[in-house]
């Protein structure tokens, strides 16, 4: 707990979700963004400004290493989306133009919401109602599981993965293999490009 100056540019865009706690993180002109548990925190690569740590922060996390800050204007800031924003209702239907799988989820129906879109980084949150699709050729993405049974089958190294709530994911760029949704899912992703 507690509170300190961040002055220094961030190096990384760092992308965590909330498990636990309560803090503030506060641009350099002063705004604040305030985050809780559920909600998913975005720093972009430049940022400056201020922590503040309410209640010990337990969080899973991800850091996109690109070459320039990408953030245009004169402050970086920090972007906060809530998870009550993560409903359904507030979601895109994707099915068959998938975000993070293209046409691959044919009849299977998806939804999604990209919340932040900048240079080689995009975060957002994934829904998928039971079903399975092959992937040809897969993003980069880190993702974590909110909600839902989810199995990830890579094709070259023949490895399937269940992937269940509190479970965090890494998927390299290309990998090809089987997506099967056993009960809905919903995931925050990220895709580093």
């Known amino acids: 707990q507690g509170g300190w100056p961040s002055p220094n540019g961030k190096a990384v865009t760092?992308?965590?979700?909330?498990?636990?706690?309560?803090?503030?993180?506060?641009?350099?002109?002063?705004?604040?963004?305030?985050?809780?548990p559920g909600d998913v925190v975005i720093i972009p690569k430049g940022h400056t400004g201020r922590w503040d740590v309410n209640m010990p922060i337990h969080k899973v996390w991800a850091v996109n290493a690109h070459d320039r800050v990408e953030e245009s204007g004169p402050v970086v800031r920090v972007r906060v989306d809530h998870s009550m924003n993560f409903a359904r209702q507030f979601l895109m239907e994707t099915s068959g133009k998938d975000i993070l799988y293209g046409s691959n989820t044919g009849g299977v129906a998806s939804a999604s919401k990209t919340f932040y879109d900048v240079g080689p980084t995009k975060v957002g949150v994934w829904t998928c109602e039971a079903g399975s699709f092959y992937v040809a050729s897969g993003t980069r993405q880190w993702f974590h599981v909110v909600e839902g049974v989810i199995f990830i089958t890579d094709e070259i190294e023949g490895i399937s993965k269940r992937c269940v709530p509190g479970d965090t994911v890494v998927l390299s760029a290309g990998w090809s293999g089987y997506v099967d949704v056993v009960e809905p899912v919903k995931k925050i992703f990220t895709v580093a490009e």
């Open 14 to 36: 760092e992308v965590f979700y909330v498990l636990d706690g309560h803090g503030m993180l506060g641009d350099s002109d002063g705004a604040k963004h305030y985050f809780g």
